[in-house]
């Protein structure tokens, strides 16, 4: 699978617009060409709501670039500025198929640099460290991903979804106790989310809510 993140700026008052050209166009050409858009999310703390971006799954690359003849009708009348780029799956997650109870009102959208060399340590520590405790509290992780271009630092991005603001503010790591969560899954949050921080040269998040189109 290839994934897409589409960042787009909308103009003022063209919210509604573009989601009703999404919709009636653009989406069904997308699918047309085997294309899932995972998420549109649009932007809520951090950014203003024009401030929106969009995941969607390829089988593969050529897939992705057979449907981009959804975008080439112009929606300049819409749109401010957009740009594209091509993220790899890198971990368990996103799952091939997203069950609707696993997706989530708001989301965060963290992005990680870290050297490439830890990028299979990094992803240990995500998927048997941080993820179950955070699962544990109702939050549901989306999908990590890292650019397909090979860099220094590499970039990893990740998609959590959570019930809302405050959702996100308990489930932050430095919280003191279990609350509720099983000994074991805590033990190894407290050990391999520490190390996941060192591996971490730079990181920051916002949040965005999710857009039911």
């Known amino acids: 699978m290839i994934y897409e993140e589409r960042r787009i700026t909308l103009k ?16 069904p050409s997308i699918q047309s060409h085997g294309g899932q858009t995972l998420c549109t999310l649009s932007g809520l703390i951090g950014d203003p709501p024009e ?3 969009q995941v969607t799954a390829y089988p593969n690359v050529e897939a992705w670039t057979s449907a981009q003849e959804a975008f080439e009708t112009s929606r300049m009348e ?5 740009t594209v780029r091509l993220l790899r799956p890198i971990a368990i997650r996103p799952k091939e198929t997203v069950p609707d109870e696993d997706l989530r009102g708001f989301y965060g959208h963290r992005r990680f640099f870290i050297s490439p060399d ?13 993820w179950p405790r955070i699962e544990a509290q109702d ?7 890292t650019t397909v271009a090979s860099t220094t630092p590499q970039e990893v991005v990740l998609l959590t979804g959570y019930h809302g603001p405050a959702h996100w503010e ?9 609350r509720g969560i099983d000994a074991e899954t805590w033990a190894r949050s407290r050990e391999l989310g520490p190390r996941r921080r060192e591996l971490t040269i730079n990181s920051w998040v916002r949040l965005m809510q999710r857009l039911e189109i």
């Open 170 to 178: 308990e489930t932050r790591g430095w919280q003191p106790d279990r």
């Open 118 to 130: 830890d990028l299979a340590e990094f992803v240990h520590c995500s998927e048997n460290g941080i």
């Open 12 to 27: 003022r008052q063209q919210m509604d617009a573009f989601i009703a050209q999404f919709k009636e166009s653009t989406s």
């Open 139 to 145: 939050a549901r992780i989306l999908g990590l991903w």
């Open 51 to 53: 401030e929106m971006m």
């Open 78 to 82: 819409h749109i401010q500025a957009e």
